[in-house]
């Protein structure tokens, strides 16, 4: 018998990614899977047991969350990402990394395609299939969802049919997908943008408005990267873990927005980040102090376009790149500690410190020790509005008609 072509297929152990592996090997595909740890807190090992249950060649499992929080993460927060000015990413940015472990597992294997569980409807899928091409042009990429055009009772036959595990309780009332960067919720009756977030798609978060928790914190950045939460140094992950954590119970981090997928429709977003709300915020603060005016507005201007570039899967591609360039250039001076107040869900910045600061107090002060050199703002405000005054003679602008405002005038009689 011919050796059976092999597949690397992306698995989460749910019902899809389970009746994808029945089903490509239906097609004769030799399958191997991949799970890999961003930060789900999912047990590995029983999904890898389920895969070789399923009846796979190989079952890998991958803890990536350092490699994901140091290459992606971090670059997306040095960036300030936020896609539509929402959304930090956390789906967005897992998919290339997904994406590259696939791509390495299937040269390890000798391995002819990969294989996600993404629908036709997603970002997902033009993230994966996108990075994959990026990676390694001459893979094939099969997405057994977007194919095989089972409706849900089609899909819970087949799985019946091939011993394949549904969960007995109804249909999970949300699609969710979560790592250290933040929790995505979408589908059920949010697909109603009328309707308000129901208690129940909240996890991570407590109730902004009952009586969450609140906190003071510290942060410390060393070139764009947080390092330590009040003095304690930790390692990415542990720190991205223990902020979701406590920042979430202080109710930080819900968000709930309409959001304009790639492949045209707009969809109902719940969001869920913690962690990245708080650091965002911290780090922007820290970015005031030490970033001069023009790089600030420069690198402000460009974060909206790294963020559509991790949105829309352009991951591995030039632009990232140069951006990430550019963003770690920007990034040298914020090193400093941020100080933070956490409460009824909002982050405030109630103290920061850098040591390449650019806040001079000899030059904001109003009291004494002023060093500000009051003459040549004469002298700058003459030749900043020096077009203005040649303009208003060309074309005036009339003020406002006082005959047309209620207006009271009170004359003094001098003796
Ligand atoms: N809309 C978000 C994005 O495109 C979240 C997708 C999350 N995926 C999921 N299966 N719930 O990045």
Partial sequence: MAQAKKIVLAYSGGLDTSVAIKWLQDLGWDVVTLVVDVGANADLASIQDKAVQLG????????????????FLMPALKADALYEGVYPLASALSRPLIAELLVAVAHREGATAVAHGCTGKGNDQVRFDVAVAALDPALQVVAPVREWAFSRDQEIGYAQEHGIAVPVTAAAPYSVDVNLWGR????????????????????????????????????????????????????????????????????????????NRLVGIKSREVYEAPAAVTLLAA?????????????????SSLASEY???????????????????????????????????????RVTVVGRTAAQSLYRTELATYGSGDAFDHQSAEGFVALFGLSLRTRARVRPIEPASLEALEVQVRAVQHA
């Fill in 307 to 345: 963020a559509r570039l991790a949105y829309e899967g352009l991951w591995y591609t030039p632009s990232r790149e140069a951006l990430d360039a550019f963003m770690d250039e920007a990034n040298q001076p914020v090193t400093g500690e941020v100080e933070l107040a956490l409460s009824h869900g």
């Fill in 184 to 259: 995505s919720v979408e589908g059920g009756v949010l697909e109603d943008p009328a309707h308000p977030v129901p208690d129940d798609a909240w996890a991570w978060t407590a109730d902004p408005d009952g009586s969450p928790a609140s906190a003071q914190l510290s942060i410390r950045f060393d070139q764009g990267v947080p390092v330590a939460l009040d003095g304690v140094p930790l390692p990415l992950p542990a720190l991205l873990s223990e902020l979701n954590a406590v920042a979430g119970q202080c109710g930080v981090g819900r968000l709930d927005s309409i959001e």
């Fill in 283 to 299: 780090h922007q603060a820290l970015e005031q102090l030490v970033l001069t005016r023009d790089l600030a507005r420069l690198k």
């Fill in 56 to 71: 796979v060649a190989r079952a890998y499992a991958v803890d990536a969350r350092a490699h994901f929080a140091e290459r």
